[in-house]
């Protein structure tokens, strides 16, 4: 009897599609274990972060805003930022209210 020197075409189809299918849920497995644990590393290194220069400048920046002084550079008069705001808004509002009662004379 003659035997055939055929490759068996099925057989090669199902293994090469089942190889397909594994790698692929292999390589989404593993995007979703690295995905996991690089939020978790941000986290907890979000958490246990010391920003201790940049709270240094930030409460110096804050102490010179809220000082009233003299300025050693070019001695000028220093007031609190918040009083500066509130002269500037009065100031604003006196001249609004000049400007309104000058054009109602016109």
Do not use: C
Not at 26 to 55: C, H, P, W
Not at 71 to 87: G, W
């Amino acid at each position: 009897m003659a035997q055939y020197d055929d490759l068996p075409i099925q057989r090669i189809t199902a293994v090469s599609l089942i190889s397909i299918a594994v790698t692929v849920v292999t390589i989404l497995a593993v995007q979703v274990v690295y995905f996991g644990m690089l939020d978790y590393v941000n986290s907890a290194k979000s958490a246990s972060g010391r920003y201790s220069e940049s709270d240094q400048i930030l409460a110096g920046q804050k102490r010179s805003i809220s000082r009233v002084g003299v300025n050693d550079e070019d001695a000028k008069l220093v007031i609190p930022i918040e009083s500066a705001m509130k002269r500037m808004v009065s100031q604003a509002a006196e001249n609004h209210e000049r400007n309104t009662a000058e054009n109602d004379d016109t």
